[in-house]
Structure formats: structure tokens, C-alpha cells
């Protein structure tokens, strides 16, 4: 079992940065891939960015490379995401998961509650 709980959303202003972090419970959380996922009223949930188990490998939605970073720290059993350039179509909750390194939300079984992104025009 692996309980994630993510923070550092907020509201800013487009072209504004925010980092998220997601921190895990339990010992095996240098085992599992982690990702970020976000949904955005009235859409369905889309991937963000993956980091594989040891960090060695990262992956990126097409929307998210470039802007967006992930990283871990196994020591400290957190995942980041930090966003830059932000823009207004960013907006929505965004949640971080742990399981399969991938892009599909089918490969994780474990999910944060979210934490709320906004950006203002």
C-alpha cells in the first residue's frame, strides 16, 4: 500500500512557475514509477509526465515538454513537478500516481487525492 499526498498548487499568473511535490508513504517507494496526471473540468484525465523507478528515465506529454520537469528523490520518497510558462489551458487538478513506469493512467494503482492548479490570464 502506498498513500501519496501531493501540495504546491495554487494560482498564479500565466507565465508563472510552480513546483509540485508529491510525498509517499512506505519503504518500497524506490520500486515503483511515478507519474503526474492532471484533469481539467468536464475533461477526462491526461497524462503529464512519468519518472522511472531509479530516476534514470523520464517521459513527457508532447504538451508538457520543454515547461515541465520531473524529478525524485528516493531519500526523501517525493516525486516533483516543476512547471514553467505557465498558461491558462494548465489549469485543472493535477495528481501524481505510482506504479508501472508509462503514460497510461492504467499502469498505476496508486493515486493522490490532487492538489488545484490555476492560472489566470
Known amino acids: 500500500q502506498v498513500l501519496l499526498v501531493e501540495s504546491g498548487g495554487g494560482l498564479v499568473q500565466a507565465g508563472g512557475s510552480l513546483r509540485l511535490s508529491c510525498a509517499a508513504s512506505?519503504?518500497?517507494?524506490?520500486?515503483?514509477?511515478m507519474g503526474w496526471f492532471r484533469q481539467a473540468p468536464g475533461k477526462e484525465r491526461e497524462f503529464v509526465a512519468a519518472v522511472s523507478p531509479r530516476g534514470t528515465s523520464t517521459y513527457y506529454a508532447d504538451s508538457a515538454k520543454g515547461r515541465f520537469t520531473i524529478s525524485r528523490d528516493n531519500a526523501k520518497s517525493t516525486v516533483y513537478l516543476q512547471m514553467n510558462s505557465l498558461k491558462p489551458e494548465n489549469t485543472a487538478v493535477y495528481y501524481c500516481?505510482?506504479?508501472?513506469?508509462?503514460?497510461?493512467?492504467?499502469?498505476?494503482?496508486?493515486w493522490g487525492q490532487g492538489t488545484q492548479v490555476t492560472i489566470s490570464s
Open positions: 500516481a505510482a506504479g508501472d513506469y508509462s503514460g497510461s493512467y492504467r499502469s498505476y494503482s496508486y
Open positions: 512506505g519503504r518500497t517507494f524506490s520500486t515503483y514509477g
